[in-house]
């Protein structure tokens, strides 16, 4: 008996870094930055660092699902914070790993009884050999019983119902597979700073349509190139709403980034516009992120360096009518990024849209103000919600007669099955990239 109460107090190193991980996020943290946060700390071996990983994104990412589970298993709606995230971290072990069921079952409790106290013990216990008593599609079946179709299908693909409406609605039978591609980690892509790096740097295998990048798994950091600010890590299709811009007909002039934190699209769009000898100014509100613009651009070299400037994009610190290319790329739900951010699916709501979407309007009126005569504006997105994208391209153009709205999908031609009208929407399942959307607009020649 005295030796089970010490091996209690004792869990392994990985599963406590995967709470200390897991509880931060549970509090607001970034699933990413915190991960990395806590391997910088634990210094385990590169094995632990890769279960450590995988505990917590898959924890995240099925967040909901496993709270399902341990509701039905428990018959109780709730816990207190600490115990229902080491519960989630068992659950996840027992059900999206291939972690035996005694091991799960055994360093949960432990890691339970020391981190949350001795007197959970049992109850983590209890709960979790319910929760191994099936399989994760046993457990679907189970609770899908007597579902509507479309809730059947949020618990198979572990979303919240609001974002597999959104899908439905953009692709009816096909939302399935996109919201299944959500659920895989993507391998980073590269890419480079045109001028000063060439694709074959990025030590990786080139990007299926962007010309500028590569996937490679591992640390990005291990790249000279990226290490020296000659590339960075950029989603492909980031890049192919950058290249869009840069391939539309437009006249000679300065560029504008309207919404440039952290960085990524204005430090490709940079090495565009430097081809042509033209200078890009990026704009982003927060004073902080506007460093983070500098820093992905601080290996240009002079001349056309890139002007950074923390400043409010729909209160403009530049005269009207004065850029040939601008770029609206405005902060929205992120669900077109939700394989990269395992958390973001759980703590969005529809409620953000109601902040978002008169923001987003506004920075791409002030977008098409920016603009000068026969310049090009594009309205990029982060997400493929109806209400962020095409609507609010509608609302604007709608309540302006100075722009015309151009064909986006002919400005990638060799990327298929792009088209949503006359915009570009980019899938995960489809094309391997965020689900991007992009609509390019022309300001009229006066
Ligand atoms: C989707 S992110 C842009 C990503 C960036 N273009 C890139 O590729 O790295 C949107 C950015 O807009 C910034 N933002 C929000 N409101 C803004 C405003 N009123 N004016 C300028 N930037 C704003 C946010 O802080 C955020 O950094």
Not at 409 to 426: I, K
Request: proline residues 8%.
């Amino acid at each position: 008996m005295p030796n089970r109460t010490l091996r209690r107090r004792r869990p392994d190193a990985a599963r406590r870094a995967a709470f200390t991980a897991l509880r931060a996020v549970s509090e607001g943290a970034y699933a990413n930055l915190e991960t990395a946060k806590v391997l910088g700390e634990a210094r385990l071996p590169v094995r632990d660092a890769a279960f450590v990983t995988e505990l917590v994104f898959g924890t995240c990412r099925l967040q909901g699902t496993y709270d399902r589970i341990l509701t039905a298993a428990s018959g109780r709606d709730t816990f207190d914070p600490p115990l229902r995230d080491a519960l989630r971290l068992g659950a996840h072990q027992l059900l999206g790993m291939r972690v035996p069921s005694h091991a799960a079952l055994a360093a949960t409790v432990d890691l339970a009884a020391a981190e949350v106290g001795e007197r959970v013990a049992g109850l983590t216990n209890a709960v979790l050999r319910k929760v191994a008593a099936r399989d994760l599609p046993g457990w679907i079946d189970h609770l899908s019983a007597g579902l509507d179709p479309l809730d059947a299908l949020a618990l198979r693909t572990h979303h919240p119902r609001w974002i597999v409406d959104a899908h439905v609605d953009l692709l009816g039978e096909g939302a399935e597979a996109a919201l299944a591609a959500n659920n895989v980690t993507p391998v980073p892509h590269l890419v480079v700073r045109p001028g000063l790096a060439r694709v074959d740097e990025l030590d990786g295998e080139p990007t299926t349509y962007s010309p500028f990048g590569a996937r490679r798994a591992g640390n990005p950091a291990d790249v000279p190139a990226v290490r020296e600010g000659r590339a960075g890590v950029q989603d492909e299709g980031s890049q192919l709403v950058a290249w869009a811009l840069a391939q539309a007909d437009a006249p000679a002039g300065p560029w504008l980034d309207l919404c440039a934190g952290p960085g990524g699209k204005a430090a490709l769009l940079t090495g565009l516009a430097r081809e042509r000898d033209e200078l890009l100014l990026a704009a982003e509100r927060l004073p902080h992120r506007a460093q983070l613009v500098a820093q992905a651009l601080r290996a240009y070299p002079e001349p056309n360096v890139p002007v950074v400037l923390a400043a409010d994009g729909t209160r403009p610190a530049w005269r009207p009518a004065t850029f040939a290319r601008v770029i609206a790329d405005v902060p929205c739900t992120g669900l077109g990024a939700l394989r990269r951010r395992p958390e973001s699916r759980w703590r969005r709501s529809p409620a953000d849209l109601a902040d978002l979407v008169p923001l987003q309007r506004a920075l791409l009126g002030s977008a098409l103000d920016a603009a000068a005569p026969g310049g090009v504006v594009a309205y990029a997105t982060c997400s493929p919600h109806r209400a962020e994208t095409s609507e609010v391209v509608a609302a604007v153009t709608a309540s302006r007669e100075d722009v015309t709205i151009l064909d986006a999908p002919a400005l990638l031609p060799g990327v298929a099955h792009t088209a949503s009208g006359p915009f570009v929407q980019l899938w995960p399942h489809r094309h391997g990239t965020d689900a991007m959307f992009l609509a390019m607009l022309r300001k009229d020649a006066r």
